[in-house]
Structure formats: C-alpha cells, structure tokens
C-alpha cells in the first residue's frame, strides 16, 4: 500500500510536531528545577546572613559591655589622680567632635539627619549620653558598690520598660525571667550592699537619697537612649550619632566648668594615661552600642551589655587585688547565664522568623 505524499508530509510535520513539544516541555521541566535550586539556594544564604547578622549582633553587645567596664577602670584611676567628672567629659566631647569633623568632611558624611524627627531623636541621645556621664559617677560619700549596683541592675528593666511602651515591642516571659536573674546576680556580685546595708553611714541621710536619685535618673537616660537607637535603625550613620554626642558633651561640659577653675593644664603621667584610655574605651563603646542596637532589640542588648558587671569584677580582682568570694562566682554565673540564654534564644528565634 503506497502512501501519498500528503500524507507523509502531515506525518512528519506531526513528529516534528511532538519533538518540538518534549523538548519545550524538558525544557520547563529543566527551568523549573533551576528555579527550585536557585530559591533553595536564596533561602540558604538568607538563613546563613541572618544568623551571622545574629552572632555579630551578639558579640557586638558582648563587646561593648567589655569596653564600658575597662571605660570605667580608667576613670577611677582618672578620679583617684583627683580629676573631676566634669573635666573628664570636657576631654571626651571635645576628643570626639574634633576627631570626627575631619572624617565628615573627607567621606562627605551628613553631619544633619534627613528628617526632623531623625534629628530630635539623635540631638534627644547626645543629651541622655551626656546627662548619664555626668551624673553616673556621682559618688561623694557613697559607696562606688552601690551606685554600680543600682545602675547596672535598673537598666535593663527601664530599657525593658520603656521598648515595651514606646517601640510596641511584646513584653514575654523571658525577657522578664532574664532580667530578673541579672538584677539577682548584680546584687551578689556587689554582697547585697544596696538592699540590707541600711546601717551604712554612706547612705544615711538626705546626700545618700540624692545620689541614688540621680543614679536611677542616669540608668533612666541610658536606658532611654537605647531604646532612641533602637528607633533610628539604619537611617542616621553612627558617625553621626557619636558627633552628637561628644559635641553636646563638650558644650553642656564647657558652661558648666565657667563656674569651675579647669584644673588639666599639669597632668602626671598616670592622670594622662587614665585619660587616654577612657577616650579610647568610651568611643568604642559608644560606636559598638549603636550599631549593636541596629542588630538587637534594646532589651536584649541591655542584657548582654551587663557582662560590663562580670569584666569589672575581674578588673577590680586582677587590677585592685580584691578578695574572691563564692557569692561574687555565683553572681557572675547568674549574669552570664542570663546573658547567654538571652543570646541563645535571640538566635532561636531569628532562624524560626525566616525559616
């Protein structure tokens, strides 16, 4: 039987019909899969960069709780070489402002926030900063262990409080526990001084009152100031924040010491190392706190910042050759425990958000 040339032509059109068809279909099939791997691959390296953004944020924190604690080393030494607070802040506003205006003006920084609002919020933290330094190291007749005491343990619950109140944050269960248990170790490491040492004659009377008010008030601002950073996010540079700050510092310094001889001019050897270092450690932290504040919610950070209690105790065994006791371990293990499940579920918690 012969097949007409129609027909043969109908059939292989019809083949190269149905070959033309599996290969565009392959084709899918392949794409399909490239675009299953390609949004596996997404996703992977979405889950790797938060979790590292996490850590970082983690050891930002850790970091710059070290910092303040070798910052507040060297101004004891700094007030032990008979240097008053205010000066201190003078040297550190004026150091910051004049180191930073060059860096601004070479990389073409913004020195104003785009926003008012940004610009209200940066002006409100180089105030609280600059308020918290003069006030925190207010101690005249009252015992260092206390006021430390009292700052160290009240941070975290007005920045608990307030990230709550203000940023809308959920106030769970954990923060709360965690909180707890750093106020509780807090107070071992200083021998529960500020809660049963009533008798104390350092904190008799209405001067005693008066540094403990200013010493919440301190803790207040700090803690306000974190929750402000919490709030800027990424929108105004660290750069520019760390200006604010040392620029406000040196202005509210400088009117303050007009009333009060600036006595710098001839400093010992150790007075000007004591200074040196507290320019170094201060700066760094506040560059540390700020960008650890990009990467963690304030309570968090406020917790982690607390190792700051732990690294002074090792300083004040190490430098100051203080005796250990079984309470000051206890405490130190309970703040680093409470720091570490803080860090822990922080990680927890951003893997199951982009999971």
Known sequence: MQTSD???FKFNEESLSSEDGGNVTNQRSRSGKDNIENGKETTLRGRWSVLIMTLGGII???VCGACIA???LFTVLAESDDI???EICVVCGVFATTILTPYIAIFKQELLPKTLKDTLLTLGIGVLATYASLTIQYDPGVSIGNITALLLASTPVFTLFLECLMLRKACNIGDVLFTFCSVIGIFLIINFQ???DFTDTTIQG???LFAFGLTLTASFSIALGHVLGRALGGRVHVITIMFFIGATRAIVSIVLLLSIPFRLSALSSNAAGSLIGILIFSQLATWLRFNGLRLNEATTFAL????QVVISYILDRTV?????TTTDFVGAGMVLISSGLVALINTAENKKANK
């Open 70 to 72: 070798f910052a507040s």
């Open 320 to 324: 100051f050759h203080l005796h250990v």
């Open 194 to 196: 500020l809660i049963i």
């Open 206 to 208: 209405d001067h005693g």
């Open 6 to 8: 129609s027909e043969l």
């Open 60 to 62: 930002i924190s850790l």
């Open 304 to 307: 982690l910042a607390n190792v």
């Open 84 to 86: 008053r607070n205010t």
